[in-house]
Nanobody
Framework: QLQLVESGGGLVQPGGSLRLSCTAS????????IGWFRQAPGKEREGVSC????????YYVESVKARFTISRDNTENMVYLQMNSLKPEDTAVYLC???????????WGRGTQVTVSS
């Protein structure tokens, strides 16, 4: 089973930046579409962004366009989510998964907490 591991979360002030990382323990991500998702307390999990296996195709939910950038380095077995101009409404647990949409994602990481607050 694919074991995904996220890192890079933390507490940041509004307008700040964070970079999240996703890797796999004992498996290669290079052939997989990888997505970033988030779940805030009391809310459903939502897809934030995803990237194709080669990195040629990306998707962003409307609320993060022009602020977040997804990328990957298959030589390092890593997928990144650069988050800029963070807003309090971005506060959530961020998870990576092997899909682009919640309903089609099978394997999930445990998540990393992102808190945007002054």
């Amino acid at each position: 089973q694919l074991q995904l591991v996220e890192s890079g979360g933390g507490l940041v002030q509004p307008g700040g930046s964070l970079r999240l990382s996703c890797t796999a323990s004992g498996s290669s991500l290079s052939s997989l579409t990888i997505g970033w998702f988030r779940q805030a307390p009391g809310k459903e999990r939502e897809g934030v962004s995803c990237i194709s296996s080669t990195g040629d195709s990306t998707y962003y939910v409307e609320s993060v366009k022009a602020r977040f950038t997804i990328s990957r380095d298959n030589t390092e077995n890593m997928v990144y989510l650069q988050m800029n101009s963070l807003k309090p409404e971005d506060t959530a647990v961020y998870l990576c998964g092997d899909g682009c949409f919640v309903r089609t994602t099978v394997n999930w990481g445990r998540g990393t907490q992102v808190t945007v607050s002054s």
